[in-house]
Nanobody
Framework: VQLQASGGGLVQPGGSLRLSCAAS????????MGWYRQAPGKQRELVAR???????KYADAVMGRFTISRDYAKNTVYLQMNSLKPEDTAVYYC????????????????WGQGTLVTVSS
């Protein structure tokens, strides 16, 4: 399963961006999809994720500013980012977990290539 992320770019503080990530390939099912980010010199951290049961989890730093959503028909996950701050600057990685290519296969995790978000005036 391949994940293709898009939507990153340069935005001023207070601005908005929308990231998209589409999964492609042989897909039987995907449990959850989400976004992680890695800033220079820091470890990769969870930003937000959503599971098949509809539950969502957000990092405290983005709560109330970011919204994750998922289009199950398109195997696509979105991250709407509002009120962006310079500290949101990072490479954002799409993630899919509980990925199965057939009912009998074990589940796996996939990562996208990352998209750079820069928040600066």
């Amino acid at each position: 399963v391949q994940l293709q992320a898009s939507g990153g770019g340069l935005v001023q503080p207070g601005g908005s961006l929308r990231l998209s990530c589409a999964a492609s390939g042989t897909i039987f099912s995907i449990n959850g999809m989400g976004w992680y980010r890695q800033a220079p010199g820091k470890q990769r951290e969870l930003v937000a994720r959503t599971a098949r049961d509809g539950s969502t989890k957000y990092a405290d730093a983005v709560m109330g500013r970011f919204t994750i959503s998922r289009d199950y028909a398109k195997n696509t996950v979105y991250l709407q980012m509002n009120s962006l701050k310079p500290e949101d600057t990072a490479v954002y990685y799409c993630n899919a977990y509980g990925v199965k290519t057939s009912w009998s296969d074990p589940s796996s995790t996939s990562w996208g290539q990352g998209t750079l978000v820069t928040v600066s005036s």
